[in-house]
């Protein structure tokens, strides 16, 4: 069973930051890659960003380009998401998924549970 969990959501004020982490387990992500989403009541869910572990190249949405950064740690299986300049905006439950990486995007079928954010004063 492929396990993915996010963490590290939480309420922050506008203009902070937050670090979000998404742990792999059950496979080995060096030869695939990870992708955060997010998703609001009612709406689609949105694409923010991949990470490819056979190279380290990175995509990013437009929406998040500039603020937000994905990075990795092998040893940990984990790949995290720097979130910068927050706004009530980005508020969401956030997702971890294995994907093929690129300037297109898609799902591999496994997901985690999510974490919330909420940036609000």
């Known amino acids: 069973q492929v396990q993915l969990a996010e963490s590290g959501g939480g309420l922050v004020q506008p203009g902070g930051s937050l670090r979000l982490s998404c742990a792999a387990s059950?496979?080995?992500?060096?030869?695939?890659?990870i992708a955060w989403y997010r998703q609001d009541p009612g709406k689609e869910r949105e694409y923010l960003s991949c990470?490819?572990?056979?190279?380290?190249?990175?995509y990013y949405a437009d929406s998040v380009k500039g603020r937000f950064t994905v990075s990795k740690d092998n040893a940990k299986n984990t790949v995290y998401l720097q979130m910068n300049s927050l706004e009530p905006e980005d508020t969401a439950v956030y997702y971890c998924?294995?994907?093929?990486?690129?300037?297109?995007?898609?799902?591999?079928?496994?997901w985690g549970q999510g974490t919330q954010v909420t940036v609000s004063s």
């Open positions: 998924a294995t994907v093929l990486c690129g300037p297109v995007v898609v799902a591999l079928g496994s």
């Open positions: 059950g496979f080995s992500p060096n030869y695939y890659a």
């Open positions: 990470i490819s572990y056979s190279d380290g190249s990175t």
